[in-house]
């Protein structure tokens, strides 16, 4: 009974191979920048960041989202809309 607590806690415990300091790639990094920009646009109480989000009544948002539309907010919803100076600005920002 002891040997099994004590492997349960020894696996339980983070890897050294799993490091925390490992630099994120550019496509997290892309993702969470997708992701924070839609958290921010959702914020505002509009459901319809990007054009495959779903409105209030369960329809696809498509030509009515703020990302299809001219002028206003300007969410970031796919991987191309990142420059790679703002991989380069996020990572300096998140050291």
């Known amino acids: 009974m002891?040997?099994?607590?004590?492997?349960?806690?020894?696996v339980a415990l983070p890897s050294p191979a799993i490091?925390?300091?490992?630099?994120?790639?550019?496509?997290?990094i892309t993702a969470a920048i997708i992701q924070e920009s839609r958290q921010a646009y959702y914020a505002t109480g509009h459901p319809c960041a990007c054009p495959e989000d779903l409105a209030r009544n369960g329809s696809r948002c498509g030509a009515r989202s703020a990302y299809s539309r001219p002028g206003g907010a300007e969410p970031k919803c796919y991987p191309q809309d990142i420059s790679k100076a703002e991989?380069?600005?996020y990572r300096a920002r998140h050291r």
């Open 19 to 28: 490091g925390f300091d490992q630099t994120p790639t550019d496509q997290q």
């Open 87 to 89: 991989i380069d600005i």
């Open 2 to 10: 002891r040997m099994r607590l004590l492997f349960a806690v020894f």
